[in-house]
């Protein structure tokens, strides 16, 4: 019904009034540059997956619109479900291709430039129900960075305090009328999902209890790509607690996206991969195979991931506990079987599990690793908030 | 002495130039556009509600003066007073109108357009004595989406800790150092008030123990006005927690204001409203009724305003505080017989009092509420830190 | 091996384009306006004290560096060791003077203007392992009067909670991934010089335990020479709890950088002045005394420099705090006997060591010192991120 109208005056505009004005992003072929529109904060507020159910207001927003719906010779689909990031098998091997060259954007505009102002305008809002500092600073960092601001909330429990009792969702759909996008972190698995059926606006899960941590399973697959060159062909052991380790699981999943990938599980007995994961890689026709040799193991894979055993796992069983934390430790000697393009990856925080001498090899990209967590972060808010 | 200057220079610059430089208020009719000015940083710190005490140092500031203090063919006289807002009774009709005015074009800013700069330079500090995160996101909201910074303080009792025994006034005269404006929430009634007459600098009293919230006043009318289009004339049915609600004591003292107001108290007998507001709604004139009725009332209401019982106001007696929580519920029912233009509204946070069913009908007004504060704030900032 | 390079294209650049594009300290004498050229973003990662060392990626940052490392014909040497700020004591007297300069700049940006932007687009982590609500609202304050932006971490003791263990060196690592610049305050004595020992980025000390306040002593000395108008030849009186008060001692190691320093110390006898100081005093020429008679040495003194009895260095034994506590109180009494141009500092939060009719006489310097240590702040950050 738009099919004629060519929107002549927005497309004219500069890319700052565009982001002014419009935020809605749409691409147009016709033109040499690629033009990034992205929603409205009017928009934002009623938005939806389906363009078409936009109610404009103003007589040229139906026009860029009718661009979207009539005029579009290339697929855009997928891209535009960005609504939320829950978790992390939700996205497809394209999708985080997609995300990864975004997060490469970023590594230039952190480095090269003195502050984007990508997202200014924009508001984000840290909701965390559990204290988790290292993950709140990432966020805050990769919107500030961007140009955006932030509402922090580190006490966030004290919305559903004893006295008050209010609900998840009465929160959300207050605290949405304050920002243009949740970052949440939530004690209960499944928060997160709860939190988006509510949400006009988007949300991101930044770990909800034992479920998903998103975020954290992309910055991993990243660095991988970024250290290694390749995520096709990989061999990855990972080492420690694999039985209560979120971001083992959640990498395991995402491994399976990938061609010809062979991972190894290297743990203690007591907290050993679950079958979940080992029924479902071999669903996927990912190799996998356990060992107890650390040194075999590391002298093999491209990634030697490793991860801390968590003590609160372990109750009172204290003995169990020093015995399993011992077993593995990557130390100089592991470094002198890794072949010389690997690498040592870790989540963070480490206690002993790596020892502090390891840290001066190239080969540890630990540090590293958290860094690409900003990245990603930063191309994940821009990608919800205005688009790819 | 200075009538026969022009201030030429001034009136000339860009709107942009005026705020950064001049930040003085005033209105000069002899030119076609309303031009704003507001406070500079160095007058604020020497405000006085009076312009003729401000000591200038530059020659053009006085000759701003001087078109302020001789050539005003207008009045502005009461506007200028707003140096803090510490009680929701201090504000007169007019000046609650011309609040709500700004508030609208607020509404306006926050949608519309992608973030503005009316307030940037300005630094807003959130000195909560007690946590309210909902108060808190509101106000640090309000003034990012105008461009404002903010410095928070959630863990303001520090200052006051066991150890350090600072006087409340002694911190906000350190905190008016680093901070334009102080939004603060205490335990203590009177706190506020203690506040700004220690302060230079405006303060905004987000709530002082079993005091005041202004700002919670406000936008309960506003919202009023904004979902039934009217104030004098309306109907309200004020349900549930009547002896400890700050909320529904306050909104009777602003509903005073206007003529023909009709009030409804509907709640348990253990929590009526008390005389003192009874009394002062008789001496002004405003009719009022008491009811066990709440369908009857619903059904001739504008609008009912259901509130939480407050648990901890009931100790030990958690019989009493069942059977009160659960007498007046506000379900479909409730709906049933209300009129299509009434609406229900609700402080937030809600519990049961308010069925979720409810939510989705038209008239369920309380999320529209809430993100009222949002504009309510927006404009009181504006008003307090550049004028009207 | 650059010294043919002119670097044309950098310093025909605004300044603006400069801090934006360039960021690297220089100072350029062919040209009649300092240039001030900031470390980038990129560069910042890498920053040494000595140019040379910088790997610099793009061409023309290479001339750049040529600028400074082969054309530079004058000394700015000392200047750019300004790295972190650990200890008051690694400050000499021509640095102090310089900070003081910058930091009387810094009064104009806070006053006449609407807001600087001079640390746009930097990025500061308050880093906060014991709370201390005053120290960080006055960094952050500091940092967005600059237009710099800020992530908060109050608790940051989170970090290295029991069930997690992450050594300091692991958090510095991973937050200077995402900021420019790091205020801390930690509870053990030595943490400042770690972090910096670990940081690539800088770091400023904000109390570390027992240990130094740098910052605080600073201000103090910055104060003393905003209110009296000379450090040479000044007397002082250090009042109250010598023994404990981290801000005395820190004093006066700075005050013994000057000449004709006379001290004098008036304490309880269970928290006198503790030999160490008196010895370094005595080593550096300068004059000090001990005195029971607060009239007499405040008759005497250009600074009485009041400080609190801290209640939890006496333990159990309440009766010596109550008697340490009331013995030198600052009153109007003392203010009868001071000379006219005298002042009375205390580092902030007092009891009642002053009495609070002493607020009203300009001699009571206390609450301008604390505004003092904003811009003494500000100075600091601006020194640290762009250079001098």
Redesign the interface.
């Known amino acids: 019904m738009h099919s004629s109208i060519p929107a002549a005056k927005t497309l004219q505009c500069s890319e700052n009034f565009l982001?002014?004005?419009w935020?809605i992003p749409c691409k147009h072929h016709s033109h040499s540059k690629l033009v990034y529109l992205s929603q409205?904060?009017?928009l934002r507020?009623k938005r939806s997956p389906k363009w078409d159910k936009f109610t404009f207001i103003q007589k040229d927003r139906i026009q860029c619109q009718a661009l979207k719906t009539e005029n579009t010779p290339f697929s855009v689909g997928k891209k535009f479900q960005l609504d939320d990031v829950i978790e992390a098998q939700q996205f497809d091997r394209d999708t985080l291709s997609a995300i990864f060259e975004v997060a490469r954007d970023m590594e230039k505009i952190?480095?090269?430039?003195?502050?984007s102002r990508i997202l200014?305008?924009?508001?984000m809002?840290t909701l965390f129900y559990e204290?988790?500092?290292?993950t709140r600073?990432?966020f805050?960092?990769a919107m500030?960075?961007l140009g955006g601001?932030v509402?922090?909330?580190?006490?966030?429990q004290?919305?559903s305090s004893a006295?008050?009792?209010?609900t998840l969702e009465?929160?959300i759909?207050?605290?949405e009328?304050?920002?243009d996008i949740i970052v949440m972190r939530h004690f209960e698995s499944g928060a997160a999902q709860r939190a988006a059926t509510t949400a006009d606006i988007p949300i991101i899960n930044a770990g909800d209890g034992p479920g998903q941590h998103p975020t954290q399973a992309f910055l991993d697959v990243y660095t991988i790509e970024r250290e290694i060159g390749k995520l096709d062909g990989i061999r990855v052991g990972l080492v420690g607690d694999l039985a209560n380790g979120r971001t083992v699981r959640s990498l395991a999943y995402l491994l399976a996206k990938y061609k010809d990938v062979k991972v190894y599980f290297v743990s203690p007995d007591v907290v050993k991969m679950k079958d979940d994961i080992k029924d479902y890689l071999t669903s996927k026709g990912v190799e996998w195979e356990e060992s107890s040799d650390l040194m075999e193991v590391a002298s093999r894979c491209d990634v030697v991931y490793q991860t801390?055993i968590?003590?609160?796992r372990f109750g009172e069983n204290i003995d169990l506990y020093e015995e399993a934390r011992g077993k593995y430790i990557v130390s100089p000697a592991v470094l002198e079987v890794m072949q010389k393009h690997a690498v040592i990856m870790h989540p963070?925080?480490?206690?002993d599990e790596i020892t502090?001498d390891v840290d001066r090899d190239p080969r540890a990209a630990y540090?590293r690793q958290?860094?690409n967590g900003?990245y990603i972060r930063m191309a994940l808010l821009k990608l919800l908030l205005i688009g790819w």
Chains 1, 2, 3 share one sequence.
């Open positions: 982001f002014c004005q935020r409205s904060s009017f507020n952190e480095k090269n430039s003195s502050g200014r305008g924009y508001l809002a204290p988790s500092t290292r600073l990432s805050e960092s500030k960075r601001e509402l922090t909330t580190e006490d966030a004290e919305f006295a008050k009792g209010e009465d929160t759909r207050t605290v009328g304050y920002t801390r968590q003590r609160e963070l925080p480490r206690l502090v540090f958290a860094k900003l």
